[in-house]
Nanobody, 129 residues
Framework: QVQLVESGGGLVQAGGSLRLSCAASGRTFSLSSMAWFRQAPGMQREFVAVISWSGSSTYNFYYTDSVKGRFTISRELGKNTVYLQMDSLKPEDTAIYYC???????????????????WGQGTQVTVSS
């Protein structure tokens, strides 16, 4: 099993920045990729960004179109932590942000919610206009 704990959410004005962290514990060696999803009120949980988690020095990462150029996903394997740096935040970025872990090895990291096996409790991000 893998446990995921997010932190770093909060209230910020439009144009501001936040950095989310997700600390993984347990059988972290079983993870193939780590991702961030978000869920706004009344909406389905949607993909934000993903990064491969294997121990290789090379890695893949992907972003949903609406955050490209503004958000950056990164990992620190030694700390079993994945980050989401969010810059130029917009009110439409307001949501609960969830960290997720995939244990299945794939050709490329998945952007599909149903492929993820482990989830954190979420952290609220609110962007005021």
């Amino acid at each position: 099993q893998v446990q995921l704990v997010e932190s770093g959410g909060g209230l910020v004005q439009a144009g501001g920045s936040l950095r989310l962290s997700c600390a993984a514990s347990g059988r972290t060696f079983s993870l193939s990729s780590m991702a961030w999803f978000r869920q706004a009120p009344g909406m389905q949980r949607e993909f934000v960004a993903v990064i491969s988690w294997s121990g290789s020095s090379t890695y893949n990462f992907y972003y949903t179109d609406s955050v490209k150029g503004r958000f950056t996903i990164s990992r620190e394997l030694g700390k079993n932590t994945v980050y989401l740096q969010m810059d130029s935040l917009k009110p439409e970025d307001t949501a609960i942000y969830y960290c997720a872990g995939d244990r299945d090895y794939r050709a490329y990291p998945s952007t599909v919610r149903q492929d993820y096996d482990y989830w954190g409790q979420g952290t609220q991000v609110t962007v005021s206009s």
